[in-house]
């Protein structure tokens, strides 16, 4: 049984692929920012490895919490947490005067790149037909691949280790704009509350009783 086209898909074509350019380039500008980071911070190669796995150990927490967070208040709450931590993560980073606050920040965008990866597809399975959600996430991998790649280039558009930082903002705050105006929540998840509350009606009337 085919679900209903309840959301255009070119608003899932567009969480899919932002949310892919996202994760590849803060996953990735650290790399592309080695050099002026050393140059402000006494870095030593244990630390700057940490720096790299900061936003990766993040992901794999944000995930599991992000599926309590969407299961509990729904797919677009946990997009919309996700995207707000990732900007967080991103311009406190970029604003950073130690190291330590900019690992730190770098694991708050991968909490929300964790929430990103997993609100985001169970949103596009549960609101687009059966027949148009393979090829809408199968955008996944080429935009995160884009990400990495505009990562790498960002050290030739600017010298500036914060500027780079900074721009890992900019893909979530679009997520996050387009959440707040156009992503209504998912009818799967509406009805599962539904049943939830009918759940809880129905074991406290023999109660009441």
Not at 48 to 68: M, N, R, Y
Not at 153 to 160: D, I
Not at 165 to 188: D, H, K, Q, R, T
Request: charged residues 10%.
């Amino acid at each position: 049984m085919s679900r209903p086209e309840s959301q255009p898909t070119a608003l899932c074509v567009a969480l899919i692929l932002i949310g892919g350019f996202h994760y590849g380039y803060n996953v990735a500008v650290v790399g592309a920012a080695k050099e002026g980071l050393a140059s402000s911070f006494a870095t030593t190669v244990a630390t700057f490895s940490l720096l790299s796995a900061a936003a990766l150990l993040g992901a794999i927490v944000g995930s599991p919490i992000s599926g309590a967070v969407c299961s509990r208040f729904g797919r677009r709450a946990g997009t919309l947490v996700g995207e707000a931590l990732s900007i967080a993560g991103a311009l406190g980073s970029a604003a950073g005067t130690d190291m330590s606050f900019i690992i730190a920040c770098r694991v708050a965008i991968g909490l929300g790149v964790g929430f990103c990866t997993l609100a985001k597809p169970i949103y596009v399975r549960e609101v687009l037909s059966d027949d148009r959600v393979s090829p809408v996430q199968a955008s996944f991998a080429p935009s995160v691949a884009l990400g990495i790649l505009a990562a790498q280039a960002s050290s030739s558009l600017s010298t500036s280790w914060r500027v780079q930082l900074a721009f890992g903002a900019v893909p979530p705050l679009v997520l996050l704009l387009v959440a707040i105006i156009w992503m209504a929540e998912s009818p799967a998840w509406l009805e599962e509350g539904k049943h939830a509350a009918a759940g809880v009606v129905s074991d406290a009337a023999p109660a009441a009783a």
